[in-house]
């Protein structure tokens, strides 16, 4: 059970940061994760206040404020017309609208949780978050630290000309996945992303150039065995890691075929 | 804490502790349809409207909903009577302990989206789980309300 002794509605960035260095202070996102938890929380640090529930968008970018709901991602048409279609094709199966009206992109990249799809499409494009005090950073380098006290701000999208297609196998809709996989082609640089491995999301780059040739039943199967030779995989109660493995590399090869040249 | 919240159209003020989810905050004001499941955000028995959305009451902390409206069946039971009649006539009220939670979301899809395909029904609803039913049943109930509609 968890238990929160004071709920504070935060009135700028600096105060959320400075109670966020507390070390039984928590920001809450959508809660939705935290509220499985069990422990104690001295002090829950809303951001609902921060106008952090937008999508804005220039020529060059998305800019997508830490507490915009998935729901809010599924339905942007912007944003779905410029990744075409990935982004609501990895949020439609998280459990349901009410569940998607409530988790916000910053508490699922923050989290950096090993089943995100959020990650994992995200990771796809040409990502950046904005950190209060640590700036911006790309999405690939902030996967791989190390939780800390800093506040994630906001999601930044440049818009590198992009092709993405995103997949995943879950067991039973709704469900978690039991691998999720993303393949863009950002200008000239194919990326495969590979997430619940059920680790963290990873990119992995086509840098044997199997591609380059152009896209083809042979290159397309030669990318996905080495996609799948390079995503690690482990067992869990969803499936085990030759399982992991063997959906990798059916997935990538769809996703390539899908992609095309 | 101090909270208000407009409650099926009254507004409300209470003073409650911190963790107080919203759905033992609702309970605690008699509105007896919203309903704890599973505990792990899957279910969508306790679907209420925040704001005309619908949100996981049992997932959110009464304090965010400070300041907001919240609807519950208790106070849409007009909106609802026009088509639960056509899942009740289509057996889906069997143990009726999700039906709460799937009127709500029916409510909120047929606002969102009025005449919405089979995939979308079943898209929109997939965050409401079912154990008697095989969920063709409520998918019936509301293609006969809807095909009602039109005639």
Request: glycine share 10%; with cysteine; proline share 1%.
């Amino acid at each position: 059970m968890l238990t929160i002794k004071e709920y504070v509605r935060a009135s700028s960035l600096e105060e959320a940061y400075e109670l966020n260095q507390k070390r039984n202070n928590r920001i809450v996102g959508g809660m939705l994760w935290m509220k499985m938890q069990s422990g104690s929380i001295g002090t829950a640090i809303d951001l609902c206040d921060l106008g952090l529930d937008t999508i804005e968008e220039t020529d060059e970018e998305f800019s997508i404020g830490a507490m915009v709901t998935l729901r809010q991602l599924e339905l942007c048409e912007s944003l779905n017309e410029y990744s075409c279609g990935a982004v609501k094709a990895a949020v439609k199966d998280i459990i349901g609208v009410q569940f998607r009206n409530l988790a916000t992109v910053g508490g699922s990249i923050y989290g950096r949780f090993g089943f995100s799809d959020v990650l994992t499409v995200f990771l796809a494009m040409d990502t950046y978050v904005e950190l209060y005090k640590g700036g911006i950073v790309s999405l690939e380098d902030f996967s791989k630290m190390k939780y800390d006290s800093d506040i994630l701000v906001r999601i930044i999208v440049r818009k590198t000309r992009a092709k993405i297609i995103y997949n995943a196998m879950r067991i039973q809709r709704t469900d978690y996945p039991v691998i999720t996989a993303a393949l863009s082609k950002l200008g000239d640089e194919y990326r495969a992303v590979i997430g619940a491995r059920p680790g963290r999301a990873v990119i992995i780059r086509d840098e044997n150039g199997l591609l380059d040739g152009g896209v083809s039943s042979e290159s397309a199967d030669a990318f996905a065995r080495f996609v799948a030779s390079k995503a690690q995989t482990q067992s869990n109660m969803r499936g085990s890691a030759e399982y992991r493995t063997h959906l990798v590399k059916g997935l990538t090869e769809r996703n390539v075929m899908e992609i095309g040249g | 804490m101090e909270i208000g919240i407009k409650l099926n159209g009254r507004m409300l003020s209470d003073n409650i502790d911190a963790d107080l989810l919203l759905i033992d905050w609702l309970r605690d004001k008699g509105c007896f349809s919203v309903k704890r499941g599973c505990e792990t955000s899957n279910c969508g028995l306790c679907t209420v409207l925040m704001d005309g959305k619908p949100v996981l009451s049992c997932s959110m902390l009464a304090a965010r909903a400070s300041g907001h409206e919240i609807m519950t069946l208790e106070g849409l039971q007009e909106e609802a009577s026009e088509f639960v009649g056509f899942l009740a006539d289509q057996g889906t009220d069997q143990c009726g302990f999700c039906n709460p939670g799937f009127v709500m979301n029916t409510i909120a899809l047929l606002r969102e989206n009025p005449d919405p395909t089979d995939d979308e029904i079943l898209s929109y609803l997939a965050g409401n789980l079912c154990r008697c039913s095989g969920y063709n049943g409520q998918l019936r109930g509301i293609r006969a309300f809807l095909d009602s509609r039109k005639k």
